[in-house]
Antibody
Framework: EVQLVESGGGLVQPGGSLRLSCKASGFTFSAYWMNWVRQVPGKGLEWVSR????????FYADSVKGRFTISRDNAKNMMYLQMNGLRVEDTAVYHCAKSDHFDPWGQGTLVTVSS | QSALTQPPSASGSPGQSVTISCTGT?????????VSWYQHHPGKVPKLMVY???KRPLGVPDRFSGSKSGNTASLTVSGLQAEDEADYYCSSYTDSGTFVFGIGTRVTVL
């Protein structure tokens, strides 16, 4: 069974940093592009970033470009999202999702940016 | 990267059909055969219902169908059932190598 488990969320002040992790199991992690998607509670979905299966290409939403960095460790079946310069508007539940079909999604980890 | 346009709400009685539109531009919806649709029940994670414009993943009922014409994609839910009441989001690959989601449509079964 494919499983994605996110961790690393929490409360951080504006301007602060957090590193999110996504642990994958149940599939050949190194064969798939992976994505991060976020949802502000009660609001819609926003695509954040994607990374090629070998980690050599990355893409970002304009809203996070220059502040967030996506990476992966295929030996550990892990994907990461380093978030720097956090803003109040980055407050959301962050989900990792397998492949460019976003199937399936992890349960998500809540990031709250507040002073 | 503007969000794709979806109607905020749609509704139908059990057994009826409802169609949700998803309008973008030639740089996203109209760019390639890569529009997906997701069903999202509150408190759960989004579930893929349609991918690559009109394909259904294994296990998704054939009551759900996708189509596309130009810069507008559509999801039709036929034979509405109570459990179909949820939020539905479209997403599209773009010519910049990024993705964009629609604003979401709340489907109500009357």
């Amino acid at each position: 069974e494919v499983q994605l488990v996110e961790s690393g969320g929490g409360l951080v002040q504006p301007g602060g940093s957090l590193r999110l992790s996504c642990k994958a199991s149940g599939f050949t992690f190194s064969a798939y592009w992976m994505n991060w998607v976020r949802q502000v509670p009660g609001k819609g979905l926003e695509w954040v970033s994607r990374i090629r299966n070998d980690g050599t290409k990355t893409f970002y939403a304009d809203s996070v470009k220059g502040r967030f960095t996506i990476s992966r460790d295929n030996a550990k079946n892990m994907m990461y999202l380093q978030m720097n310069g956090l803003r109040v508007e980055d407050t959301a539940v962050y989900h990792c999702a397998k492949s460019d079909h976003f199937d399936p999604w992890g349960q998500g980890t809540l990031v709250t940016v507040s002073s | 990267q503007s969000a794709l346009t979806q109607p905020p709400s749609a509704s139908g009685s059990p057994g009826q059909s409802v169609t949700i539109s998803c309008t973008g531009t030639r740089s996203d919806v109209g760019y390639s055969k890569f529009v997906s649709w997701y069903q999202h029940h509150p408190g759960k994670v989004p579930k893929l219902m349609v991918y690559e414009d009109d394909k259904r993943p294994l296990g998704v009922p054939d009551r759900f169908s996708g189509s596309k014409s130009g810069n507008t994609a559509s999801l039709t839910v036929s034979g509405l059932q109570a459990e179909d009441e949820a939020d539905y989001y479209c997403s599209s690959y773009t010519d910049s190598g990024t993705f964009v989601f629609g604003i979401g449509t709340r489907v109500t079964v009357l």
